[in-house]
C-alpha cells in the first residue's frame, strides 16, 4: 500500500489565486482530514469527511472547500489565496466510522508546503 | 471544549539518559490519547496510544506513555534517549464518545538528543 499521498510537494501561489491540494488513500479507510501546521501552533483540523459524500468543517474551515466523492480521495480547495493561508498541510485517514472504532489511529501524508505571497 | 498543552517548547537531554515530554489534556468524558512524531520534512507517525485498561502504554522505538486521570496528564517517556529521537512531538486528544473521531493536537515540543 502506498498509504496516504499528497500532490504537490511544494507550492507557490499569488494572492487571490486558487488551487487544489491533492490527497488519496488506498487503506479503503471511511474518515479521512485535512490539517494545517503552522509554528507554535500544533495542527489545526480545517475539514473533515467520515465517507462518500460527507464532508464537515474543523476548526478553522475558512478559504477553504473540500469534497468527497469517493473513499479514496479527499481534495482541499482554496478559493481565493491569502498570506495567512501559508502553511503545510497534511491529510489524513484513519479506518473505521462506529464509535468503537474512534481509537484507531490516523495515518498522515507527507504533506504540502505551501505559500502564498 | 477539548484541548491538550504541551508546556514546553523544547526539551533538552543528553542521548543515554531518560527523557519525559509533558502533555496535559482537558476533555468531557473519557479521553483517547494519542503520541505522534514528526522528523524533518516529513509526516506525522503514529507512536503510542491509551484507551482503556493499564496506565502504562507502551509504543514504537521504546517509548512508553503514562495516563494520570488526576492529573489529566498523558506524559511520553524513554529511559534512554538516542541521538536519533530528535524530532518534534505531538500529543492530542480525541474524546472516546465521540464517532466523528475529531483530533485535537497540542502545539508540539521539539525534543533535541546531544551525543
Known amino acids: 500500500n502506498a498509504g496516504v499521498t499528497q500532490t504537490p510537494k511544494f507550492q507557490v501561489l499569488k494572492t487571490g489565486q486558487s488551487m487544489t491540494l491533492q490527497c488519496a488513500q488506498d487503506?479503503?479507510?471511511?474518515?479521512m482530514s485535512w490539517y494545517r501546521q503552522d509554528p507554535g501552533m500544533g495542527l489545526r483540523l480545517i475539514h473533515y469527511?467520515?465517507?462518500?459524500?460527507?464532508?464537515d468543517q474543523g476548526e478553522v474551515p475558512n478559504g477553504y472547500n473540500v469534497s468527497r466523492s469517493t473513499t479514496e480521495d479527499f481534495p482541499l480547495r482554496l478559493l481565493s489565496a491569502a498570506p495567512s493561508q501559508t502553511s503545510v498541510y497534511f491529510c489524513a485517514s484513519r479506518r473505521g466510522l462506529a464509535e468503537m472504532s474512534s481509537y484507531n489511529e490516523q495515518f498522515f501524508g507527507p504533506g504540502t508546503r505551501l505559500t502564498v505571497l | 471544549a477539548q484541548s491538550v498543552a504541551q508546556p514546553e517548547d523544547q526539551v533538552n537531554v543528553a542521548e543515554g539518559n531518560p527523557l519525559t515530554v509533558k502533555c496535559t489534556y482537558s476533555v468531557s468524558g473519557n479521553p483517547y490519547l494519542f503520541w505522534y512524531v514528526q522528523y524533518p520534512n516529513r509526516g506525522l507517525q503514529f507512536l503510542l496510544k491509551y484507551i482503556t485498561g493499564d496506565n502504562l502504554v507502551k509504543g514504537s522505538y521504546g517509548f512508553e506513555a503514562e495516563f494520570n486521570k488526576s492529573q489529566t496528564s498523558f506524559h511520553l517517556k524513554k529511559p534512554s534517549a538516542l541521538v536519533s529521537d530528535s524530532a518534534l512531538y505531538f500529543c492530542a486528544v480525541r474524546r472516546g464518545s465521540s464517532n466523528t473521531g475529531k483530533l485535537i493536537f497540542g502545539q508540539g515540543t521539539t525534543l533535541q538528543v546531544k551525543p
Open positions: 469527511s467520515v465517507g462518500a459524500g460527507i464532508t
Open positions: 487503506m479503503n479507510h471511511e474518515y
